[in-house]
């Protein structure tokens, strides 16, 4: 069955350089969520969003910025690089209801995001 | 959101059932109880969901007393492949989904 597929799957930046994460979901998912884990860390939710509209923010930096796009695959736009945005980014996708009560969200394999 | 509490870390043996509990007792009316499983570098997979006593799948079991401020999940006869991170969340049927990530359980289970 097709599940979440991020890419790029390894990346190496340099301080203060941009980076941008993709996120495709499983198909007929229309949720996305985006989480950060620091080495040893447990995920921390950055944002997310459904039916391509943002529903929810967590503790994403201002340096980060993230959208849906119509084919609801996600990307998330990380500008000004810092040492400690190093970490894994997953993505997660679900099938929202109306009511917001969504069920399980299945996660992609992370993007190892690594600032030197 | 209902903050969670489970223990660190656990250690078995192949072949043994695991039960791990988690400590919810801020829970709330329209909040449900989710675990994951994560091994390293590789992104959480959902393992069972309930609201209240028991649901069984496939992989575990998880238990819900009626006061709801605990729970315990039950891994039958667990392997090697079982060595894992698990995660209790208390997820609100309001919140979208927002998982809010406590500190895991480290499951390392022995030969």
């Known amino acids: 069955a097709a599940g979440v597929i991020q890419s790029p799957r390894h990346l190496i930046k340099e301080k203060r350089e941009t980076a941008t994460l993709k996120c495709y979901p499983i198909?007929?998912?229309?949720?996305v969520y985006w989480y950060q884990q620091g080495p040893g860390q447990d995920p921390q939710f950055l944002i997310s969003?459904?039916?391509?509209?943002?529903?929810d923010k967590g503790s994403i930096p201002d340096r980060f910025s993230a959208q849906q796009f119509s084919d609801y695959h996600s990307e998330l736009n990380m500008s000004s690089l810092e040492l400690g945005d190093s970490a894994l980014y997953f993505c997660?996708?679900?099938?929202?209801?109306?009511?917001?009560?969504?069920?399980?969200?299945?996660f992609g394999q992370g993007t190892r995001l690594t600032v030197v | 959101l209902a903050k969670t509490t489970q223990p660190i870390s656990m250690d078995s043996y192949e072949g043994q059932e695991v039960n791990i509990t988690c400590s919810h007792n801020?829970?709330?009316?329209?909040?449900?109880i989710t675990w994951y499983q994560q091994f390293p570098s590789q992104g959480p997979r959902f393992i069972i969901q309930?609201?209240?006593?028991?649901v069984t799948n496939e992989v575990a079991s998880l238990f819900i007393p009626a006061d709801r401020k605990s729970s315990t999940l039950s891994l039958p006869r667990v392997s090697l492949s079982d060595t894992a991170v698990y995660y209790c969340?208390?997820?609100?049927?309001?919140?979208?989904?927002?998982?809010?990530w406590g500190a895991g359980t480290k499951l390392i289970i022995k030969p």
């Open positions: 997660a996708s679900s099938l929202g209801t109306a009511e917001g009560m969504n069920t399980e969200a299945f």
């Open positions: 198909p007929r998912h229309d949720t």
């Open positions: 309930g609201y209240k006593t028991k």
């Open positions: 969003f459904y039916e391509k509209m943002q529903s």
């Open positions: 969340l208390v997820v609100s049927m309001d919140s979208n989904y927002q998982l809010i």
């Open positions: 801020n829970i709330a009316t329209n909040d449900y």
